[in-house]
């Protein structure tokens, strides 16, 4: 191959690369941008819709989380792996930091969209829900090889808990785009409550799969349970309608996004703190799997227990949910964080005694 040759076919796979890319992020369709007074009429026309179908989205998501919980339901199926703790702190790494940290690298560069929505919906398939059907895979590839099941469903946690993160900021700023900050409480609120109550009857079918089902039956059951769910989630936020709005963040280019990060939180003391707490409260929840496995080795529990522990967790969320978003609304939401963490530090606590 010379070198003209080598030259054109490196061109015609960037040209081809931007256009999968323009199609995948639907760059190509022009869009209508709207000033502050026709974004608020369209906000309130479309109201309902997407209130219904984003409410949709979210309980039918919690379903299907109730049947990998990377806290409870991912370290039951490592423990039947191996014995080795190593890869439970890799989980608790991947459940902790996974959503967290891409957000701070994908924020930017979300930035530079007008719509919100093909970034949730058409690449967020591609990096959230699709990985779910690679741990339904390591449930199948366990009835003949633990190390290499435990790998791909390392894989898959990774692929999906880094792929949530990237989307992220699409997601958040689509919501804050079609719910009205007056309401975010309360749509948080019953959306949480609603997927935090069907996640209840996920784990009831999930506590009872893992005591009738032999390994890794119960697993391969519960896992494809979750990755039909959370597709299907997947379909429900694709019917949301996203106004576009007239003023939009100025670019930056990396350099100066990272550059404008140090600088807020250089100056910003009470951002700075708001990082700090948060930065060692998701530290402390990376304690949360190693309890399952610890609770299950100590008291040689049922698999089907730890169904009953996401149950207890699901309880928990579904009752404070309604209350602590009624509290945001009228008292805000750093006193609902205080609670929270509160409560947390309560629990490990508890568990510790």
């Given at each position: 191959?010379?070198?003209?040759?080598?030259?054109?076919?490196?061109?015609?796979?960037?040209?081809?690369?931007?256009?999968?890319?323009?199609?995948?992020?639907?760059?190509?369709?022009?869009?209508?941008?709207?000033?502050?007074?026709?974004?608020?009429?369209?906000?309130?026309?479309?109201?309902?819709?997407?209130?219904?179908?984003?409410?949709?989205?979210?309980?039918?998501?919690?379903?299907?989380?109730?049947?990998?919980?990377?806290?409870?339901?991912?370290?039951?199926?490592?423990?039947?792996?191996?014995?080795?703790?190593?890869?439970?702190?890799?989980?608790?790494?991947?459940?902790?930091?996974?959503?967290?940290?891409?957000?701070?690298?994908?924020?930017?560069?979300?930035?530079?969209?007008?719509?919100?929505?093909?970034?949730?919906?058409?690449?967020?398939?591609?990096?959230?829900?699709?990985?779910?059907?690679?741990?339904?895979?390591?449930?199948?590839?366990?009835?003949?090889?633990?190390?290499?099941?435990?790998?791909?469903?390392?894989?898959?946690?990774?692929?999906?808990?880094?792929g949530a993160g990237v989307i992220a900021p699409a997601w958040q700023t689509m919501l804050a785009r079609i719910i009205p900050v007056a309401r975010r409480g309360r749509f948080m609120a019953f959306t949480m409550f609603l997927g935090a109550g069907t996640g209840l009857l996920g784990t009831q079918v999930s506590a009872w799969l893992l005591d009738t089902q032999p390994?890794?039956?119960?697993?391969?059951?519960?896992?494809?349970?979750?990755?039909?769910?959370?597709?299907?989630?997947?379909?429900?936020?694709?019917?949301?309608?996203?106004?576009?709005?007239?003023?939009?963040?100025?670019?930056?280019?990396?350099?100066?996004?990272?550059?404008?990060?140090?600088?807020?939180?250089?100056?910003?003391?009470?951002?700075?703190?708001?990082?700090?707490?948060?930065?060692?409260?998701?530290?402390?929840?990376?304690?949360?799997?190693?309890?399952?496995?610890?609770?299950?080795?100590?008291?040689?529990?049922?698999?089907?227990?730890?169904?009953?522990?996401?149950?207890?967790?699901?309880?928990g969320q579904t009752v404070a949910n309604l209350l602590l978003g009624w509290l945001a609304d009228k008292y805000g939401h750093k006193l609902v964080l205080e609670l929270g963490t509160l409560g947390v530090t309560i629990g490990f606590a508890v568990a510790w005694l």
């Amino acid at each position: 191959m010379d070198n003209r040759t080598s030259s054109s076919l490196g061109i015609w796979l960037k040209k081809g690369t931007g256009r999968a890319f323009n199609w995948l992020l639907d760059n190509n369709r022009a869009v209508k941008k709207l000033d502050d007074q026709e974004f608020s009429a369209e906000v309130e026309h479309n109201y309902r819709w997407n209130y219904v179908f984003n409410v949709l989205d979210g309980a039918t998501f919690w379903f299907g989380a109730s049947f990998y919980s990377l806290t409870t339901i991912g370290p039951l199926f490592i423990s039947k792996l191996t014995d080795n703790p190593v890869p439970l702190g890799i989980l608790a790494i991947i459940s902790q930091a996974g959503w967290a940290f891409p957000q701070l690298f994908a924020a930017n560069s979300t930035e530079r969209f007008g719509r919100m929505k093909p970034l949730v919906v058409r690449l967020g398939f591609i990096l959230e829900r699709f990985p779910m059907f690679v741990m339904f895979l390591a449930a199948i590839i366990a009835i003949k090889s633990p190390l290499a099941a435990l790998l791909v469903f390392i894989l898959g946690a990774a692929w999906h808990s880094i792929g949530a993160g990237v989307i992220a900021p699409a997601w958040q700023t689509m919501l804050a785009r079609i719910i009205p900050v007056a309401r975010r409480g309360r749509f948080m609120a019953f959306t949480m409550f609603l997927g935090a109550g069907t996640g209840l009857l996920g784990t009831q079918v999930s506590a009872w799969l893992l005591d009738t089902q032999p390994f890794p039956n119960s697993f391969i059951i519960i896992f494809l349970i979750a990755a039909l769910f959370i597709n299907l989630s997947w379909v429900f936020i694709a019917f949301t309608r996203e106004p576009i709005p007239a003023r939009q963040a100025p670019e930056e280019n990396n350099h100066q996004y990272m550059a404008s990060l140090k600088k807020i939180v250089r100056q910003d003391v009470n951002f700075r703190r708001f990082l700090i707490s948060r930065g060692l409260s998701s530290l402390a929840g990376m304690g949360t799997g190693f309890v399952t496995v610890a609770a299950i080795q100590r008291w040689d529990v049922p698999d089907g227990t730890v169904g009953y522990y996401t149950m207890t967790m699901l309880i928990g969320q579904t009752v404070a949910n309604l209350l602590l978003g009624w509290l945001a609304d009228k008292y805000g939401h750093k006193l609902v964080l205080e609670l929270g963490t509160l409560g947390v530090t309560i629990g490990f606590a508890v568990a510790w005694l």
